[in-house]
T-cell receptor, first 113, second 114 residues
Framework: AQSVTQPDIHITVSEGASLELRCNYS??????LFWYVQSPGQGLQLLLK??????LVQGIKGFEAEFKRSQSSFNLRKPSVHWSDAAEYFC???????????FGKGTRLSVIA | DSGVTQTPKHLITATGQRVTLRCSPR?????VYWYQQSLDQGLQFLIQ???????AKGNILERFSAQQFPDLHSELNLSSLELGDSALYFC?????????????FGPGTRLTVT
């Protein structure tokens, strides 16, 4: 069965600092991996996705993620965090085709001045 | 704006009641998914419809049911509501045939059961 672990429940970073949010997945084949962001009171917005090919994928809002098969990880990074990045971030895994996603529990990001 | 719409935005009702949540997918998307987000369970998949037919079922209670209509909008029916059903309910849609499983989420319906 598919599963996703986001080890960090809450992370606080200073504005302008770099960010890395961790995600580990369990899936028998090549996974389809996603990062979504949820701002307070909002729905989920797709940040980026990985299906195949280049293991470093670029997303919106300056985010990137790296797929590492050997570590079963898909960590999200941003070189310089802005206050508007404060939100909840969810990693998700899915199978090829139109299948349901399995989400991690999420990591809440706080940004301080 | 993802293009997925959900109504109502908020719903407050009493235990034992029945409610209906509505979702309109993005134009052209044939698949609709329902997810429940609660503090203790996180984001859980409930059910998926594709072009009017049920395709996959997740952790959906027997008190809950869904359907997708010919115009592709979907409704999630929750009955005999309990306090524990209070949650955010999201609808997502994706286009069939792309193979990429990219799901776009609506803004959600916040259900409060009192």
């Amino acid at each position: 069965a598919q599963s996703v672990t986001q080890p960090d429940i809450h992370i606080t970073v200073s504005e302008g600092a770099s960010l890395e949010l961790r995600c580990n997945y369990s899936y028998g084949a090549t996974p389809y991996l996603f990062w979504y962001v949820q701002s307070p009171g909002q729905g989920l917005q797709l940040l980026l996705k990985y299906f195949s090919g280049d293991t470093l994928v670029q997303g919106i809002k300056g985010f990137e993620a790296e797929f590492k098969r050997s570590q079963s990880s898909f960590n999200l990074r941003k070189p310089s965090v802005h206050w508007s990045d404060a939100a909840e971030y969810f990693c998700a895994v899915g199978a090829p085709g139109n299948t349901p996603l399995v989400f991690g529990k999420g990591t809440r990001l706080s940004v301080i001045a | 704006d993802s293009g997925v719409t959900q109504t109502p935005k908020h719903l407050i009702t009493a235990t034992g009641q029945r409610v209906t949540l509505r979702c309109s997918p993005r134009s052209g998307d044939l698949s609709v998914y329902w997810y429940q987000q609660s503090l203790d369970q996180g984001l859980q998949f409930l059910i998926q419809y594709y072009n009017g037919e049920e395709r996959a079922k997740g952790n959906i209670l027997e008190r809950f049911s869904a359907q997708q209509f010919p115009d592709l909008h979907s409704e999630l029916n929750l009955s005999s509501l309990e306090l524990g059903d209070s949650a955010l309910y999201f609808c997502a849609s994706s286009v069939e045939g792309s193979g990429v499983n990219e799901q776009y989420f609506g803004p959600g319906t916040r259900l409060t059961v009192t």
